[in-house]
């Protein structure tokens, strides 16, 4: 199985960036669809983009649509999230997330999906 371990949150004012990273152990990278959830205090934990294993199909949620971007680096067994533009509401923890998939699925929505989570980075925006 794989081992995941997100990095790069932090504190940032609004209008600002981060690049959020997930690190794979154990297994290939290359070898798993790759989703970004996020969940706030009070709140269920919501989808943010998610990435195929082929890395041709991406998909964001609307709320981040144009600001956020999902990426991925087999090679380096890591997967990306450059967040743009960040505004108060996008303040939560984010979990990256591994899907045993076939090389040719798309991309995933669907935290049921997801077979292997990492322990989340904070993400805080000040107004």
């Known amino acids: 199985q794989v081992q995941l371990v997100e990095s790069g949150g932090g504190l940032v004012q609004a209008g600002g960036s981060l690049r959020l990273s997930c690190a794979a152990s154990?297994?290939?990278?290359?070898?798993?669809?790759m989703g970004w959830f996020r969940q706030a205090p009070g709140k269920e934990r919501e989808f943010v983009a998610a990435?195929?294993?082929?890395?041709?199909?991406?998909y964001y949620a609307d709320s981040v649509k144009g600001r956020f971007t999902i990426g991925r680096d087999n090679a380096k067994n890591t997967v990306y999230l450059q967040m743009n533009t960040l505004k108060p509401e996008d303040a939560a923890v984010y979990y990256c997330?591994?899907?045993?998939?076939?090389?040719?699925?798309?991309?995933?929505?669907?935290?049921?999906?997801?077979?292997?989570w990492g322990q989340g980075t904070q993400v805080t925006v000040s107004s």
């Open positions: 154990g297994r290939a990278l290359s070898s798993y669809g």
């Open positions: 990435i195929s294993r082929s890395g041709v199909t991406t």
């Open positions: 997330a591994a899907r045993s998939t076939s090389y040719s699925s798309l991309a995933s929505r669907t935290s049921g999906s997801y077979d292997y």
